[in-house]
């Protein structure tokens, strides 16, 4: 089975703050994904990486993907509180079925 | 906008019922999911399908069982409900190759008493 851990779980930041999400896994993934979910909403997708080394950026949000795809990591700088919500990395393996990590939920405050 | 839809929002339901949770996408997607989630937290694959006929268990094992004979339809039913399958049910569909992004039906919160 694939996992994909994410740290940390929970994270309480003030506005403009910047803060880092990781996403760990002992296998190597073709593609990894990051969502942002809403209480009551389901996930939306926020960036795909495909390519070891990779780097994308989204307005304050900044994503990379690990030199052997087994890892990604979402930074997010001068935190809003429109930022608040679940943040979840998604890998797709050797089977294409996409697996979720285990979530970080982050609260930003005004 | 996606464009997948379930049904219901919210089920209350007595132990021991059938039920079936619906999903249905426009979009003409290959791959289908079930997920299971509890409040903020991770996503758990249930199910999955990669086109008509085809249907695969996830790798959290559930009683529940789907069922795809139409593109667009991948309805989830639980025989005999009980407390423990209480959660929020989560239906996904995407094309068929790989890195392709999941849309996400707004799930079902499903409530056994």
């Known amino acids: 089975t694939q996992l994909l851990e994410q740290s940390p779980q929970f994270l309480s930041i003030q506005e403009g703050e910047n803060l880092t999400v990781y996403c760990n896994s002992s296998s190597v993934f073709s593609s990894l994904q990051w969502y942002r979910q809403e209480p009551g909403e389901g996930p939306v997708l926020l960036v795909t990486v495909v390519t070891g080394g990779e780097v994308k950026k989204l307005k304050r949000l900044t994503f990379q993907f690990g030199d052997a795809r087994k890892d990604s990591s979402l930074h997010i700088t001068a935190a809003q509180p429109g930022d608040t919500g679940l943040y979840l990395c998604?890998?797709?393996?050797?089977?294409?079925?996409?697996?979720f990590g285990t979530g970080t939920r982050l609260q930003v405050f005004p | 906008e996606a464009d997948i839809y379930q049904t219901p929002r919210y089920l209350v339901i007595g132990t021991g019922k059938k039920i079936t949770l619906e999903c249905s996408q426009t979009?003409?997607?290959?791959?289908m999911y079930w997920y299971q989630q509890d409040p903020g937290m991770e996503l758990h694959l249930i199910h999955y399908?990669?086109?008509?006929?085809?249907?695969e268990k996830g790798d959290l094992s559930s009683e529940s069982t789907v069922s795809r004979i139409r593109t667009e339809h991948f309805p989830l039913t639980l025989e005999s409900a009980r407390p423990s399958h209480t959660s929020q049910y989560l239906c996904?569909?995407?094309?068929?190759?790989?890195?392709?992004?999941?849309?996400f039906g707004q799930g079902t919160r499903l409530t056994v008493v």
């Open positions: 979009m003409g997607h290959d791959k």
């Open positions: 996904a569909s995407s094309e068929l190759q790989a890195s392709t992004e999941a849309f």
């Open positions: 998604a890998g797709a393996g050797y089977t294409d079925k996409l697996i």
């Open positions: 399908s990669y086109g008509v006929n085809s249907t």
